[in-house]
């Protein structure tokens, strides 16, 4: 590292400057042979110990000066670790609950530390609003849709925060959707609906899809069999699969890898169940200047 690097050129410095000093006291050593052809004893060990005083007080000078850097160095701020929270600052500058217009329902800005609003939408059938819905995710995300003009060059926006949204890492590992009933669906009719949506967007097997139909059911079921107004569901999307929750309660963990960018897609891809989502999206986030 760093330090490392700076040692090593501290330490080839001394070796350079014991090298001056020990050429020096030789040629002191020369002269004085030509001068008288009898060695001078006490000449010798005050040019040796001048030698070893220059090695040490040049080495208390490298300490010193490294040292100082060291201090230096712990007082500037981190440049690293700068941008992100920068970033972070700029997006909480920028939030806001959102409300989907459709249903009244509001969301909050944030879930946790690190998820952001994103946008809202509504799930319609027909004319009936079934749910209304947010998207959560990581500061990457809304970075994705920051240098695109609002209102402007919509496709290649709605590309950028697909997939933003459903790659997942180190800088953006969750990607949360929140469904706030409005119409009531009994277990079975909610916990298909989603299901259907994600089989034909989910690169596994079909069966694989029936552990998130089952984590629905039993949410539901365990507060009496039907999906009220207000009942909120909450989706975690991450590499290994999905985490199922329903009003607060996490009812399991459905561990297929590939399960989570399936049911990011239903909600962002060009088929998504709620364009106005996506619209709510790039509205609030385009040219946010992050």
């Known amino acids: 590292n760093e330090i490392q690097a700076r040692i090593r050129q501290l330490e080839a410095e001394i070796e350079t400057e014991m090298a001056r000093v020990k050429s020096f006291s030789v040629g002191t050593q020369d002269n ?10 006490n000449s010798e060990d005050a040019a040796q110990e001048k030698a070893r ?3 040490v007080s040049f080495e208390k000078q490298a300490k010193l000066k490294l040292e100082d850097e060291e201090r230096q160095r712990a007082t500037e701020p981190d440049k690293t670790s700068a941008e992100p929270k920068k970033g972070f600052e ?13 249903t009244g329902v509001s969301f909050e800005p944030k879930l946790g530390d690190d998820l952001f609003l994103v946008g809202v939408g509504v799930r319609k059938k027909s004319i009936i609003s079934i749910y209304s819905v947010a998207m959560y995710s990581s500061l990457s995300t809304l970075e994705a849709l920051s240098p695109f003009p609002r209102g402007k060059r919509k496709k290649e926006a709605r590309a950028a925060l697909r997939d933003a949204a459903r790659t997942f890492g180190p800088s953006s ?6 469904l706030e009933m409005v119409f009531k669906a009994d277990a079975q009719t909610i916990a298909s609906a989603i299901a ?9 097997s079909p069966s694989d899809v029936k552990d998130l139909e089952k984590f629905i059911v039993e949410g539901v079921d365990s ?3 039907q999906a009220t107004k207000g009942t909120i569901f909450r989706f975690d999307c991450i590499e290994e699969g999905v985490e199922v929750s329903v009003d607060g309660n996490q009812e399991g ?5 590939g399960m989570g960018s399936a049911l990011v897609d239903v909600f962002m891809d060009d088929k998504a169940v709620s364009p106005q989502l996506i619209d709510s999206c790039l509205d609030t986030w385009c040219e946010s200047g992050l």
């Open 90 to 102: 700029a997006a909480e500058s920028n939030m806001k609950s959102l409300k989907d217009k459709a």
């Open 196 to 204: 259907e949506g994600v089989k034909p967007r989910y690169g596994g």
């Open 173 to 178: 590992p969750t990607t949360t959707f929140v």
């Open 223 to 225: 507060k009496g069999g």
């Open 53 to 55: 005083d220059g090695q």
């Open 253 to 257: 963990m459905v561990s297929f890898e």
């Open 32 to 41: 004085t042979i030509a001068v008288d052809a009898t060695p001078d004893s």
